[in-house]
């Protein structure tokens, strides 16, 4: 059971989508889905990733994060076996922890792992 917390009423996020536009380069996946890195360490990744609206079913495969995975939602909603996570919510999946997450609405996350990503 992952940790979440939603911070949306003592916090307030605002993005110029301008900005990420011109400066993240994006992976478009090509189902509704987007990735954006924004930085990389050994096999820390601290990426952003965009889903429109409407996204194919199996966008988001199961997977695994070996070294946990913190994400915080800064639009639309994400949910998974575990839980739903509005915008505002910080959510932290312990190492190892398998899930296969969802979106609902034009969703904007941004995604530490500690340790990357393994399909389950």
């Known amino acids: 059971m992952p940790f979440t917390h939603n911070m949306s009423e003592w916090m307030n996020f605002d993005f110029d989508r301008e900005w990420l536009e011109a ?3 994006w992976k478009d996946f090509g189902t509704g889905v987007r990735l954006g890195k924004l930085a990389r360490e050994d096999k820390t990744s601290l990426v952003l990733y965009e889903a429109n609206s409407e996204v194919e ?3 988001f495969m199961p997977h695994t994060h ?3 995975e913190a994400y915080l ?4 909603e994400v949910w998974d076996e575990d839980g739903t996570y509005p915008t505002g919510s910080i959510v932290w999946m312990n190492p190892d922890t398998t899930h296969t997450p969802r979106t609902r609405g034009k969703t904007l996350i941004l995604v530490l792992w ?3 990503v393994k399909t389950a």
């Open 66 to 68: 070996p070294g946990g």
């Open 57 to 59: 079913v199996d966008a």
């Open 73 to 76: 939602v800064l639009e639309g």
């Open 23 to 25: 400066n993240v380069k």
């Open 114 to 116: 500690p340790d990357g």
